[in-house]
Each structure stands twice: as C-alpha cells, then as structure tokens.
C-alpha cells in the first residue's frame, strides 16, 4: 500500500460528458502529480501541484483541469469527454518537487 | 527519436536467470527513476538515483551521467518479477517516461 488513494478505480461515461478524479496523497506529501496512460502514448505527464500551487504542466489538455486544495488532496476534471480520453490515470506523491514517487493504483476511465 | 529510449521492449527469462533492461536518454536529467508496473496496472517506483549505483535486494539500479545511460539488473530472476519495467527521467520539474520493457520470467 502506497499511501495514496485514488477514487474512483473505474469509471465508465459517454463522450461530452464530465467527470472528476480524486486523489488523496501520502500523508505528509506536499506534492501531487497526474499522469495519464493510454494504450498508444504510454505515461504522461499531466500537471503537478506542490502545496497548493501549480508546479509544472505537461501535455494536459486544455479540457482538462486540476487543482490541490488546502488539506493537499487533488483532484483532475477532464470535460468534454472525446474516446481518445480512454485511459489509466494515476495520481503520485512524493515530499517534496519530485524525489521518490508514491503511486496511487489508478482510475481506469472509459468513454463511450 | 523519443527522448527516453529503453531496450528491449520484451523480456522473456527462466526462472534464476540475470536479467538487464537499459535506459538511455538524451536530455539534461537530475535524476533517473525505475518503476515497476504489475499486470494489474499498479506502478511501485524501485529506484530514484542521480549517480552511482543502488541496490535493493535482488534488484541493482545504475548509472552514467555521462553516457546518459541506466541499467536496471535482476538477479536470480523470479516468475513475481515478470511486470513491465518503466525509465523515466526528471527534467526539470516533470518526468519523462520510457514505453516501458515488459518482463516475463517462466519457472
């Protein structure tokens, strides 16, 4: 067990909906990462938040958005669903800006 | 050319064999991390290194600045080690992931 939580593990909907992915970090654990893992692209980068703060931005999608609230837990909002958007998200944590990662096991979003 | 290449992209071993999975890389890095990822889509991370070499258990982890190399070895393989095995580089304040060399060790 990593310490991290993510909710919901699946969720299925239907293009052009909207849906939210939670992540609970590590306790303790100021940094929060989201990455994506498609069959094709294999692990992205989303976007990372450090104690409430964005930190740095890969190839997050401008449908999607994040954001780490003052208790430090984190959540992906990803709208205007298209298939494409089928994937593995994870959610990670470490101490501090990157060091040692703790992945969480993952919200398996499917669109249909 | 991806930035993080890993080879080979398929692995297979018997049981007892030493396996080595390669990681080079053509950006400037702070560090080099080693993930497992398990069939059941779970990812653990076994090494965060920045120079040298790490061991952990059967699993040693290396590196060289310089060549922008990594080498993650298994020794005395077992069929629990068969997942795919990730590189993935700090650039700056992101990673960069590798497609990943999947493992399967037979008894």
């Known amino acids: 067990d990593s310490g991290v939580t993510q909710t919901p593990k699946h969720l299925i909907t239907a293009t052009g909906q909207r849906v939210t992915l939670r992540c609970s970090p590590r306790?303790?654990?100021?940094?929060v990462y989201w990455y994506q893992q498609s069959l094709d692209q294999g692990l992205q980068f989303l976007i990372q938040?450090?104690?409430?703060?964005?930190?740095a931005k890969g190839n997050i999608l401008e449908r999607f958005s994040a954001q780490q609230f003052p208790d430090l837990h984190s959540e992906l909002n990803l709208s205007s669903l298209e298939l494409g958007d089928s994937a593995l998200y994870f959610c990670?944590?470490?101490?501090?800006?990157?060091?040692?990662?703790?992945f969480g096991e993952g919200s398996r979003l499917t669109v249909l | 050319k991806n930035e993080v290449e890993q080879s080979p992209q398929n692995l297979t071993a018997q049981e007892g064999e030493f396996i080595t999975i390669n990681c080079s890389y053509s950006?400037?890095?702070?560090?080099l991390h080693w993930l497992q990822q398990h069939p059941g889509g779970g990812i653990v991370s076994l090494f965060m290194?920045?120079?040298g070499k790490k061991k952990h258990g059967r699993l040693i982890a290396t590196i060289n600045i310089q060549e922008k190399h990594s080498s993650l070895h298994i020794t005395a393989s077992h069929p629990r080690d068969s997942a795919v095995y990730i590189c993935?580089?700090?650039?700056?304040?992101?990673?960069?992931f590798g497609t990943g060399t999947r493992l399967q060790v037979f008894p």
């Open positions: 990670a944590s470490s101490a501090q800006t990157l060091g040692e990662l703790f």
């Open positions: 306790s303790g654990d100021l940094s």
């Open positions: 938040y450090y104690n409430g703060e964005e930190r």
């Open positions: 950006v400037g890095i702070s560090a």
């Open positions: 290194l920045s120079s």
């Open positions: 993935a580089v700090e650039d700056t304040d992101k990673l960069i």
